[in-house]
DNA sequence: CAGTATCCCCCCAGATACTG
DNA sequence: CAGTATCTGGGGGGATACTG
């Protein structure tokens, strides 16, 4: 869909794709969302495995983190009955999804820092 | 770029693919940021017609709003010699590149809702 | 291992008022 | 019109310690 047509779209029918858009920003937005995605996109882990990959994040952050994106139906979480219990984090169909989004704006964020236009954009974050 | 080969690079060189997420998350994140790239999408606006036809915005955060975007070249600011002063905010060609991404995101949104694996959505916000 | 529980600070953002 | 100034509360998130 073009932009046009998405804009006449929008003033019809606004609250779909507010939501959807929303929705979306709902499931990416924080600060350690990205970070988790992008590591159980590489496969399942555990709790620690997770917490090892991603630097600085505390437990407590990620425990939290791994709630909402599983509220959200991004992460699944499975307890094996093992001794002591076995669990695990895994992206959903849906999650995986994402990376049509992921990939959207990696282009539009390589495009953008080389259009050169940003005034004052720190290097580093 | 598909997910596999896009996690391969990932792995090769992450802070560019990291930089660029970033980037675009700066860009678009944040309660009024939508919003305001939504509205100015239909053309140049001034301050308060903006700030009207944004609900519960304050001069304040749509203020700094704009600041946000015009320092990430997402918005152009233009003054008027007129008197008294004119001020039009309009997107930078950069700035409607986000079309992609609010595309992907609004496509995702909606079948990651129909896909009804939310388990505790609120349905407005 | 897989998390909770507490404490605490900072800053985001709302309310309200004011200015060139 | 196009904003700025000031005050304020709530919560996101860090540090640290603890638990089944």
Redesign the pocket.
């Known amino acids: 869909m073009e932009l046009l047509k998405k804009v006449e779209f929008v003033k019809k029918c606004p609250t779909s794709y507010v939501l959807a858009i929303n929705d979306t920003l709902n499931a990416i937005q924080?600060?350690w969302k990205m970070p988790i995605i992008a590591v159980l996109l590489f496969g399942k882990k555990?709790?620690?495995?997770i917490e090892r990959e991603i630097p600085?994040?505390?437990?407590?952050?990620l425990?939290q983190e791994l709630k909402d994106l599983e509220m959200n139906g991004i992460v699944k979480?499975t307890v094996y009955d093992t001794t002591?219990?076995?669990?695990e984090y895994e992206i959903t169909p849906s999650g995986e999804q994402l990376h049509d989004v992921l990939e959207a704006m990696i282009r539009w964020g390589l495009a953008h820092r080389k259009s050169n236009v940003m005034k004052n954009l720190p290097v580093f974050k």
Chains 1, 2 share one sequence.
């Open positions: 924080g600060k555990r709790f620690k495995e600085k994040i505390t437990p407590r952050m425990s979480r002591p219990v076995t669990i």
